[in-house]
């Protein structure tokens, strides 16, 4: 009976999202060349904000609490930029849809829960395998 509650308690522990803040990279490749390398690594000094610290864009309504952190690569006739931020997402917005408040064409869009997951272009489905094992191996040590 022990280990079942301490299954179901694993399980539970791993698939629910946290509500509390969120942390993100915040940098665009503008002003920090390592903001549009592949993969941030803590020799980047890429600065990380709290998101419940960041102000919403004045231009966005409708906006949820932030849950997530992006990662934008946007182009213009000037050329592409990437920046890392958190995730203002608009009420009924899907996964990875990112709007810009200036006249910038989305190239790509990747967005991502937990903290400072920003740092690479993708990883999800590696949190999302990490998370499906764990839970089979509670599975196997109830049994």
Not at 27 to 52: F, G, M, P, W, Y
Not at 74 to 81: C, E, L
Request: aromatic share 2%; charged share 20%; proline share 2%.
């Amino acid at each position: 009976m022990l280990k079942q509650v301490a299954c179901v308690l694993l399980i539970t522990v791993c698939l629910m999202s946290s509500a509390s803040a969120i942390k993100c990279y915040q940098c665009k490749s503008l002003t920090d060349i390592n903001c549009a390398k592949e993969k941030i690594d803590s020799a980047s000094n890429i600065r990380t904000v709290d998101c419940d610290t960041v102000p919403k864009p004045n231009t966005m309504e409708q906006l949820q609490p932030v849950t997530r952190c992006n990662k934008v690569v946007t182009s213009d006739r000037a050329g592409t930029i990437v920046s890392r931020d958190c995730h203002f997402e608009a009420i009924g917005q899907k996964d990875n849809e990112c709007t810009v408040t200036h006249s910038r064409q989305v190239d790509s869009c990747y967005t991502c829960k937990g903290d400072l997951c920003n740092a690479s272009g993708s990883g999800h489905l590696v949190a999302v395998g990490v998370t499906a094992l764990l839970a089979m191996f509670a599975l196997q040590m109830a049994l």
